[in-house]
């Protein structure tokens, strides 16, 4: 059987499975990031759209321009609000999962940090994260 990964929003009403490997997965300090997750650090995990299924609850959806001046459409709970999923406009062919929202979260590894320039001064980030200042000007690299 194919792995996959289980997550939901906060208040259980929403749940949904991945299927497979992430395909990217960034550690963000965009002003949207620390809006959505009230940190100051969003976790996104990317898988291919296909891959990743919704199996209960209602989402709702909003749309905002990021930091980049892109749109990003986002999807939460209807009923606890909990933000667990988007789509960006470079990035169509996948769709974003909030990593906390996952149920065991021990698969994700970031490979990038985007607006490191927001980094919290007493974070220490360490390996090996390709550090980028905003977002990068062709955002595939
Ligand atoms: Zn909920
Ligand atoms: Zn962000």
């Known amino acids: 059987m194919e792995e996959f990964h289980e997550g939901?929003?906060?208040?259980?009403?929403?749940?949904f499975r991945a299927t497979g490997q992430p395909r990217r997965v960034s550690l963000c300090s965009c002003s949207w990031c620390?809006?959505?997750?009230?940190?100051?650090?969003?976790?996104?995990?990317y898988f291919e759209k296909n891959n990743v299924e919704f199996m209960r609850g209602k989402l709702k959806?909003?749309?905002?321009?990021s930091d980049a001046g892109r749109w990003i459409e986002c999807q939460f709970c209807g009923q606890c609000g909990s933000a667990l999923s988007w789509t960006l406009e470079f990035l169509p062919e996948f769709r974003g999962?909030?990593?906390g929202a996952?149920?065991?979260p021990v698969f994700i590894r970031p490979e990038r940090y985007v607006y490191y320039?927001?980094?919290?001064?007493?974070?220490e980030i360490s390996g090996d994260i390709n550090r980028c200042p905003a977002m990068p000007e062709n955002p595939n690299q």
């Open 8 to 15: 939901g929003c906060a208040c259980s009403v929403v749940r």
């Open 34 to 45: 620390r809006k959505r997750t009230g940190s100051l650090i969003g976790i996104s995990v």
């Open 61 to 65: 959806s909003h749309r905002l321009m």
């Open 97 to 99: 999962l909030a990593g």
């Open 102 to 104: 996952f149920d065991d």
């Open 117 to 123: 320039q927001n980094k919290p001064g007493w974070l």
